[in-house]
């Protein structure tokens, strides 16, 4: 099952499981469209691919929720 992370790595934007506009590599680093679209479809941290997010929703959400840790660095 993919961690849901709940913010954009690079810029720290919110990024709601239930909702599009997020993006992840093999190793679930999270991003979203704009940072993705600054670093040229590639994560900065493993050089793997980054990739549209699937969203979660409904019973799925409510049973496997997303995770609150974010991992943004200020």
């Not at 997020?22 to 941290?45: G, H």
């Amino acid at each position: 099952m993919l961690e849901m992370r709940p913010d954009c790595e690079r810029c720290g934007i919110d990024l709601p499981a239930d909702q599009g506009g997020a993006f992840i590599c093999s190793f679930e680093c999270t991003f979203c469209a704009d940072c993705v679209d600054a670093l040229d479809e590639i994560c900065p941290n493993c050089g793997g691919e980054l990739l549209d997010r699937p969203a979660r929703t409904g019973d799925a959400l409510r049973r496997n929720p997303a995770s609150d840790v974010r991992r943004f660095r200020v």
